[in-house]
């Protein structure tokens, strides 16, 4: 079965139109595993603050934002400890901060694609010799070709 690593940036797609909303949809639509570190439920919850924070959205949205977090249909494969030390090497490498790259961690141990909205992570990535093929922007995600080959 198809699966993929979906960061914090692409499940707040799914509980708030922005852009890309769409794209990051079709990731529940088209039957695929969906795996994040657990670190993604303090992320995305504190990127809704933010946005309410911001005045992009109301306390209310915020609020019905967070409970329907409650049943994305992600699964939770490691624990955080487990991903530190793969995190912690990655971050160093990429240089980058270290809670993007628990995901990217999470991606190497599971052999799915990360899918990210995050260009800049993206990016930095795509630019690395051995981990341009990890990862996926979520505006040019094709789920609906399965995953990479190989992998």
Same mark, same amino acid.
């Given at each position: 079965?198809?699966?993929? !690593?979906?960061?914090?940036? !692409?499940?707040?797609?799914? &509980? !708030?139109?922005?852009?890309?909303?769409?794209?990051? +949809?079709?990731?529940? *639509?088209?039957? /695929?595993?969906?795996v994040a570190p657990a670190l993604v439920f /303090?992320?995305v919850v504190n990127a809704l603050w933010a946005?309410?924070? @911001? =005045?992009?959205?109301?306390?209310?949205?915020?609020?019905?934002?967070?409970?329907?977090l409650r049943t994305v249909p992600i699964a939770?494969?490691?624990?955080? =400890? *487990?991903?530190?030390?793969?995190? $912690?090497?990655?971050? $160093?490498?990429?240089?980058?901060?270290?809670?993007?790259?628990?995901? &990217?961690?999470?991606?190497? *141990?599971? *052999?799915?694609?990360?899918?990210? +909205?995050?260009?800049?992570?993206?990016?930095? !990535? @795509?630019?690395?010799?051995?981990?341009?093929? @990890?990862?996926?922007?979520? $505006?040019?995600?094709?789920?609906?070709?399965?995953?990479?080959?190989? $992998?």
């Amino acid at each position: 079965m198809t699966g993929y !690593v979906v960061d914090a940036s !692409v499940v707040v797609k799914w &509980l !708030v139109a922005e852009n890309h909303s769409d794209e990051a +949809a079709n990731l529940l *639509q088209i039957g /695929a595993t969906l795996v994040a570190p657990a670190l993604v439920f /303090a992320e995305v919850v504190n990127a809704l603050w933010a946005m309410q924070r @911001r =005045g992009d959205i109301s306390t209310h949205d915020m609020t019905d934002a967070v409970q329907a977090l409650r049943t994305v249909p992600i699964a939770i494969p490691a624990a955080m =400890g *487990q991903l530190a030390p793969a995190a $912690a090497r990655l971050a $160093a490498d990429l240089d980058h901060p270290a809670y993007d790259c628990f995901y &990217l961690a999470l991606a190497i *141990q599971t *052999q799915h694609p990360m899918v990210t +909205a995050d260009a800049r992570f993206h990016d930095k !990535v @795509r630019r690395h010799p051995y981990l341009a093929d @990890r990862i996926l922007h979520v $505006a040019r995600a094709e789920p609906d070709r399965g995953r990479r080959s190989g $992998a």
